[in-house]
């Protein structure tokens, strides 16, 4: 089993930043790839950005592409997503998962593990 726990949400004004973290514990060493995903108030949950394991490949959706940035710390078996240039729009739950699989990564059905999920508001 792994767990995942994330941290680092909050109130920001739009245009500020915000780092959430989110660490793995368990067998972290079965895991293959890791992602964001967020999820607003009567919508679906979305892909925001993907990394693998050895942090060789990430993937950004394009609503995020040049203003968030996804990275790892395999030392600390965590990972990261950097939000810069926040928009209201970027409001949402976000959620960290982690798969041992080696799928596209980018659907929530591909992921075994999940965190509990942090908040993000961007006020305008």
């Known amino acids: 089993q792994v767990q995942l726990v994330e941290s680092g949400g909050g109130l920001v004004q739009a245009g500020g930043s915000l780092r959430l973290s989110c660490a793995a514990s368990?067998?972290?060493?079965?895991?293959?790839?890791m992602g964001w995903f967020r999820q607003a108030p009567g919508k679906e949950r979305e892909i925001v950005a993907t990394i693998n394991w050895s942090g060789s490949r990430a993937y950004a959706a394009d609503s995020v592409k040049g203003r968030f940035i996804i990275s790892r710390d395999n030392a600390k078996n965590t990972v990261y997503l950097q939000m810069n240039s926040l928009k209201p729009e970027d409001t949402a739950v976000y959620y960290c998962a982690a798969d041992s699989g080696y799928g596209s990564g980018l659907t929530p059905g591909q992921y075994a593990y999940w965190g509990q999920g942090t908040q993000v508001t961007v006020s305008s």
């Open positions: 368990g067998r972290t060493s079965s895991l293959n790839f």
